[in-house]
C-alpha cells in the first residue's frame, strides 16, 4: 500500500468520525455496535443515504446530515486541542473495551497519559473535611507511586483528588462533561488550565457543548474505563460516583470504597457498595496498594 494510499484512508476515518462524532451522543451503545461492526465511513454513508430508520433515528441522521467535519476539526485546534480516533498511536485501548466505546475524544494536554498506570478517585460535589483530605492523601500517595489520578474536575472529591496530585508533583487527568474549551464549574478555570498543562483534559463532546446531566453519567464510563482501578470516597445512597463504580466492575476493574461514619449522608453510597461486596474496603493507601498489587 502507497503512503498516499495509507494518508487517504487516515483523513477519510478522521473525517467519517468527525462528522458522527458532532451528531451522535456518547455512550450510544447502538451506533458504536454499528461503527465498530460496519466502520465509520459506512455507517456515515448509510445515514446520509437511507440506510437507517427515519423515523426512529430521525434526529440523529438529521444532526449527521447537517455535520461539517472540517468546522468541527477547525474548532478542536482552535482549543488548543487534538482529534484522537481509535486509528492514532495515543488511543487508550482500555477505552474500546466499553460497550459503548468513545466515536473519538478530544484532548487538551498529552494523549500519551492516557494509557499509563492510573486510578479514578471520585465522589461527592458536597463532601466533609474529612472528605477531602483523605482524597488528597490517596491522590498524594498514588502519584508519589507513579500513577495518575482521574477523575471527573467536579467541585468536591473530584477537585480534591486533582489538587492532590497536582501538589504532590504528580499527573491528573480531568474527563469532563462538556466542551473542551468551556470551563463547568466555572471556578474551576485556572485548576483545569493547570491539568492541561501538567496533564491532559479529556472530552467526548464537540468543542462549544454545554452540560446536561446525561453527558455526566456518560463520561462517568470513560472514567472507569482509563483507569486500573476506581475509589469513591465519599458518596451519597444515589449518586453518580455509584454509577463510576458499577462501569468500573462492568469492566472487572477493581474498586475500592472509603468508610465513613454510620451518621453521615455522604458515606452511605460508600457503605452500599461495601455492603453489597461491589467495592473493596481501604482504610490506607497501603490498603489499596496491597490491594491492587496482583494486577
Request: hydrophobic fraction near 45%; aromatic fraction near 6%; charge should be negative.
Amino acid at each position: 500500500m502507497s503512503n498516499d494510499l495509507k494518508i487517504f484512508q487516515s483523513d477519510s476515518e478522521i473525517h467519517s468520525r468527525a462528522r458522527l462524532f458532532s451528531a451522535i451522543e456518547g455512550g450510544s451503545a447502538f451506533w458504536s455496535r454499528e461503527i465498530e461492526s460496519k466502520g465509520a465511513a459506512q455507517v456515515l454513508n448509510c445515514a446520509l443515504e437511507g440506510g437507517y430508520d427515519p423515523i426512529k433515528y430521525a434526529r440523529t441522521i438529521e444532526k449527521i446530515q447537517k455535520s461539517n467535519a472540517d468546522q468541527l476539526l477547525q474548532s478542536v485546534h482552535d482549543a488548543g486541542s487534538v482529534f484522537l480516533i481509535p486509528t492514532d498511536p495515543n488511543w487508550p485501548q482500555s477505552v474500546s473495551e466499553l460497550a459503548a466505546p468513545p466515536i473519538a475524544l478530544v484532548i487538551k494536554g498529552d494523549p500519551a497519559l492516557l494509557s499509563r498506570d492510573s486510578l479514578a478517585i471520585v465522589g461527592s460535589r458536597n463532601p466533609t473535611q474529612y472528605g477531602l483530605r483523605i482524597a488528597q492523601d490517596f491522590a498524594a500517595g498514588f502519584v508519589d507511586r507513579q500513577w495518575a489520578i482521574i477523575s471527573g474536575g467536579a467541585y468536591g472529591i473530584d477537585a480534591a483528588a486533582h489538587k492532590g496530585a497536582l501538589i504532590a508533583e504528580g499527573i491528573t487527568v480531568a474527563v469532563i462533561a462538556t466542551g473542551i474549551d468551556i470551563n463547568y464549574p466555572a471556578g474551576h478555570a485556572r485548576l483545569f488550565a493547570e491539568i492541561a498543562e501538567l496533564g491532559c483534559l479529556v472530552s467526548e463532546v464537540p468543542p462549544g457543548t454545554s452540560a446536561v446531566p446525561a453527558r455526566f453519567l456518560a463520561r462517568n464510563r470513560i472514567i472507569a474505563a482509563l483507569s486500573n482501578a476506581t475509589l469513591v470516597v465519599e458518596a451519597a445512597f444515589r449518586s453518580g460516583s455509584l454509577r463510576t463504580a458499577r462501569d468500573a466492575a462492568e469492566l472487572m476493574r477493581p474498586v475500592m470504597a472509603i468508610p465513613g461514619p454510620i451518621t453521615s449522608p455522604v458515606s452511605e453510597g460508600c457503605h452500599r457498595l461495601i455492603g453489597e461486596r461491589a467495592a473493596e474496603i481501604v482504610t490506607s493507601v497501603a490498603d489499596a496498594v496491597e490491594f491492587l498489587s496482583p494486577m
